[in-house]
């Protein structure tokens, strides 16, 4: 088994550089970041130099021999038993060197070449500042490599990369036979196994160990030690072909397309090919460990690595152009296959990974069927993300230049593409446990359903177990889906989470309601059943079948029993006779358009509410059958819960909805008063009984409302806090690092302005509008300033900034950082003014009162303050289509941050191409608009909120992607949403 590892299937596409001397196509060429070509070495593979007596060696090949050969003496002269614990350690701790530290350095040198700058900065390579390092460096690389080496000629970059990989040769081969080390030791012959069984194991683990070594000696033949040392991190390996161009096309066959990851997967196949051989537990799960620590080496630096370095970045939301209409015969007929190939555009092929077998283009092969709205137009597939579509003669329009900016409330001129498919059919759909929805009845049926099967062989079968189970339906029915309806009534919730959440096509908006009252009808009918069937069954597990009916009242309980059953099922049955479906499901509470009204017959001429009166007749009649006061006891909280159901959510919704319409005496109520008025005495008792109940209820009542009305602003404003302190929590700097030389500097000489936009002079910025700073500083100020923006009222001292910046920071000089780490330049402009630009990730994308802070030398430590600023959103003055579409169109542009590539055509910026350069497709329709990212997407939803007061998924926003479709939606949401929204 070799040592590892390994490495990627790369194919990026080539790209153009100076032309170089002439050489032969196979010549290896590099090229450093900064674009300079040089001719790559020969070099040697590791075994080789390391093992071979006549090659020389360097001083790191000493030491490399010296750890392996230190190794072997221990293992012969200590006793087994140590040498497990030894080596089973000092494994671990190669292993952590590769996978850790190598998996960092990597990591840092990928991101920010890192290794070559702190050799830079060290002055290892440079012969005046460290002329004893330089010269040791420079024949620890002469005796490794061949003749045609100049340490001299080659760049920084390959000499860093040179030296990087003597040191990964000592930790990669030690690694190695430490555990081979270990797995000697721990070797053993089981016991209890026959002849044969021993001589399939053997068979079967030296088999692996070669399969391992085939694969890597595959492996290196095919990627060289450019690949096998992470040379792509150093420099990019190539050829000069024809035209100067500098081909970087890397393509891998063999191993690379037998598995995903070779070098990863089976080319450790020879760790358990040992562990069979050696018979042992403990080597086998070390194997596991240590195969484990490799796949996240490839999980957090080689993926990402290869992302950086040959991914592409993918647009989201990109509508490809549909060809124009080919004008067709007057019989309508769909093309044949060679027409389609015709018809389709040529094939486009990403660039290739070395971990990846090639992926042929995924196309759609379903037909679009005739819809009603567009008659007798046919769809042929195009190979593309297009629909190619054939219409007949009767059905083709002719259409004024001028409509095609023509936007209405009625729709937009939207072609199908492969973006609107995906958007139609798959709406956060659950996949596992991924995307779940509460509010969704199918979403919370799929996890209730995963609980029951699960809880019968977890939880215990006793009656508390019921009693809870009970309790829980109970609790979820009247409190958990009152306070749904309750927020439906007061703020239409219900709905307006379907619309913030889910995409509904244009001219569909309105498909919120119907979503969100189908998924309550759902929820309701769950919630009722499950009520009931859980109730039933804990008076079951109380109930006992008498032995003796005459004995006590055992035949009484059961007679009003069964009385009380049946009067609660002829009340339901009567209630839903005079409500229909609508009443029964609370139709009143989503749909505002159905002609509902108050109907006084049936039951509802005796009782104004016969839920009131009967709705828990079941409950207690199951509660006298069974005989049980936890049965009872449940039933009385039943019959609390669905007062208070009534009381809150009910009868204030029926008073806002029908006002002075409700009768107040229903039939019994009047004939009892009747009554009553011809009798003075029984009026008298019957005033004091029912004054009695009435503020016994009335007392009830205002307790309870004084409870919630008390309680709803402190519940309001602890969540509010919570929230607060939650962010300020994360905001907060843990360690505020201060500088300790201010006593040097003289703050007054720092000085910070907001180089205003408006022609008035006021500091108001648009969300995502760029924001030009200007400063001021002493001559010798810290190159490592930086100035940052903040929440106003966000820091309470003026002194030192305790408030994490989140990113929303631009260094005084910008061209001496790379991201956030200062670069160690030599020759610098010395300077005591400038001005500095906030824009994109930089700018806070919430609306607000902000300020901006100048730190000192990379600490805390505040110098000048500039602001307050008001970052603001457009509101327009009228919400009609014009109005919400032209203030949609700069938020847009400016949330995609003025991207040419990526802002719709109305907006008026345009595509700027060079003469060689072919400009991308875009969409036919001028208001279609992409992203790079969802976080942009998060921008349009969170100014939409700000300036329309309807708040939308980031989903929402990348299904849309068109500024009319958006403000359609917008206009459709408030109208829909009215009159909660304003």
């Not at 790191?60 to 040498?83: E, K």
């Not at 309790?471 to 989470?497: N, P, T, Y």
């Not at 099922?569 to 358009?593: C, N, T």
């Amino acid at each position: 088994m070799s040592e590892q590892d390994g490495l990627r299937r790369r194919k990026p596409a080539p790209k153009d550089s100076a032309p170089a001397p002439a050489t032969t196509p196979d010549t290896a060429w590099g090229r450093t970041p900064a674009g300079h070509l040089f001719r790559i070495p020969t070099t040697q593979d590791v075994l080789t130099s390391l093992f071979h007596p006549l090659h020389p060696k360097s001083h790191l090949d000493l030491v490399n021999l010296g750890l392996l050969g230190g190794q072997i003496l221990v293992f012969l002269a200590l006793p087994r038993y140590i040498s497990q614990f030894l080596f089973v350690i000092y494994f671990a701790f190669w292993r952590l060197a590769y996978d850790v530290g190598l998996g960092w350095v990597l990591t840092k040198q990928s991101k920010r070449r890192w290794i070559v700058r702190e050799v830079q900065a060290r002055g290892w390579l440079d012969p005046a500042r460290r002329p004893a390092v330089y010269n040791w460096i420079r024949n620890e690389l002469k005796n490794k490599m061949g003749g045609d080496y100049s340490f001299e000629d080659l760049p920084v970059e390959y000499n860093t990369w040179l030296l990087f990989r003597q040191v990964v040769d000592i930790i990669l081969i030690n690694d190695f036979l430490s555990y081979c080390m270990f797995a000697f030791s721990v070797f053993r012959v089981p016991d209890g196994l026959s002849t044969v069984t021993h001589f399939i194991r053997w068979m079967a683990g030296f088999a692996l160990i070669a399969f391992n070594l085939w694969v890597k000696t595959e492996a290196h033949h095919v990627v060289k030690d450019y690949g096998w040392y992470w040379g792509d991190v150093f420099f990019e390996r190539g050829r000069l072909v024809p035209g100067g161009t500098f081909d970087t096309s890397l393509v891998f066959d063999g191993v690379f397309e037998m598995a995903p990851h070779p070098m990863y997967s089976v080319g450790y196949a020879g760790y358990y090919g040992l562990s069979l051989i050696a018979g042992s537990y403990s080597l086998f799960f070390v194997s596991l460990w240590a195969h484990a620590m490799q796949f996240g080496f490839l999980v957090w630096f080689e993926n990402p690595h290869i992302e950086r370095a040959y991914g592409q970045k993918q647009l989201i939301a990109a509508r490809t152009p549909l060809y124009s209409n080919t004008p067709v015969p007057s019989k309508l007929n769909l093309p044949d296959i060679d027409d389609l190939a015709e018809l389709s555009t040529p094939a486009h092929t990403d660039a290739e990974t070395e971990t990846e077998t090639e992926t042929e283009a995924d196309s759609l092969s379903q037909s679009m069927a005739l819809s009603p709205s567009r008659p007798n137009v046919k769809h042929a597939r195009s190979s593309g993300d297009s629909i190619v579509r054939i219409q007949s003669p009767d059905s083709t329009r002719v259409q004024s230049p001028d409509s095609d900016m023509k936007r209405s409330r009625h729709g937009r001129n939207k072609s199908i593409s492969k973006h609107d498919l995906l958007a139609r059919y798959f709406r956060k759909d659950v996949v596992g446990f991924k995307n779940l929805d509460f509010l969704r009845a199918s979403d919370l049926k799929l996890v209730l359903l995963t609980f029951y099967i699960l809880a019968p062989s977890v939880l215990p079968h006793s009656v508390i177990t019921y009693f809870l189970h009970a309790l829980a339906w109970r609790i979820f029915h009247s409190f958990v889906l009152g306070g749904i309806l309750k927020a439906q009534s007061e703020g239409k919730w219900l709905v307006r989470h379907y619309v913030q959440t889910y995409h509904y096509d244009q001219g569909r908006e309105d498909g919120a309601v119907e979503e969100a009252f189908a998924s309550w009808k759902e929820l309701y009918t769950m919630s009722l059943c499950g009520t009931y069937a859980s109730f039933v069954v804990l008076a079951w597990k109380n109930y006992s079948i008498p032995v003796d009916w005459s004995v006590g009242d055992q035949l009484l309980r059961h007679t009003f029993g069964m009385l009380l059953l049946g009067l609660h099922l002829w009340a339901a049955l009567q209630s839903f006779e005079i409500l229909g479906a609508f009443g029964w499901f609370f139709g009143d509470f989503f749909i505002s358009d159905y002609p509902a009204q108050l109907s006084y017959t049936g039951i509802y001429r005796f009782l104004n509410n016969p839920e009131r009166m009967m709705s828990g007749a079941a409950l207690f009649g199951l509660a006298l059958i069974s005989g049980s006061r936890a049965v009872f006891a449940l039933a009385i909280f039943s019959a609390a819960a669905h007062w208070w159901f009534l009381k809150f959510v009910e009868s204030p919704h029926m008073k806002k909805l029908y006002g002075n319409s409700l009768r107040k005496d229903a039939g019994l109520t009047k004939t009892l008063k009747s009554v009553a008025g011809r009798n003075a005495r029984v009026a008298r008792v019957a005033r004091e009984v029912t004054g009695t109940f009435e503020r016994v209820y009335e007392d009830t009542a205002v307790v309870v409302e004084d409870f919630l009305a008390k309680s709803a602003p402190i519940v309001s404003e602890v969540v509010q806090d919570a929230r607060v302190m939650l962010q300020q929590s994360r905001d907060r700097l843990i360690i505020t690092r201060i500088a300790n030389d201010m006593s040097s500097f003289d703050v007054e000489k720092y000085h910070l302005a907001v180089v205003p936009t408006n022609p008035d002079g006021e500091l108001r910025f648009h969300i995502g509008e760029p924001i030009t700073i200007a400063w001021r500083a002493p001559l010798e100020h810290s190159r490592r300033d930086w100035i940052g923006i903040y929440r106003l009222g966000s820091n309470k001292s003026n002194l030192v900034t305790k408030v994490n910046s989140n990113g929303k920071w631009v260094p005084v000089h910008d061209d001496e950082w790379d991201g956030d780490v200062p670069l160690s330049l030599e020759h610098r402009n010395q300077t005591d003014h400038g001005e500095v630009v906030f824009q994109k990730d930089q700018l806070p994308w919430q609306t607000g009162k902000y300020e901006f802070r100048y730190h000192h030398d990379g600490k805390y430590n505040v110098m000048s303050i500039a602001g307050p600023i008001d970052i603001y959103v457009d509101k327009p003055a009228t919400l009609d289509f014009d109005s919400v579409r032209h203030s949609l169109i700069r938020i847009v542009t400016l949330c995609l941050d003025s991207d040419p590539s990526l802002v719709p055509q109305s907006s008026g910026i345009e595509l700027v191409t060079t003469s060689d350069a072919t400009p991308k497709p875009r969409s036919a329709d001028p208001d279609d608009f992409r992203f790079w990212s969802e976080r942009q997407a998060k921008r349009i939803a969170s100014a939409i909120l700000a300036a329309f007061g309807v708040e939308y998924a980031p989903e929402v926003i990348v299904a849309d992607a068109n500024v009319a479709a958006l403000a359609n939606r917008i206009l459709n949401s408030l109208e829909l949403l009215a009159p909660s929204v304003r």
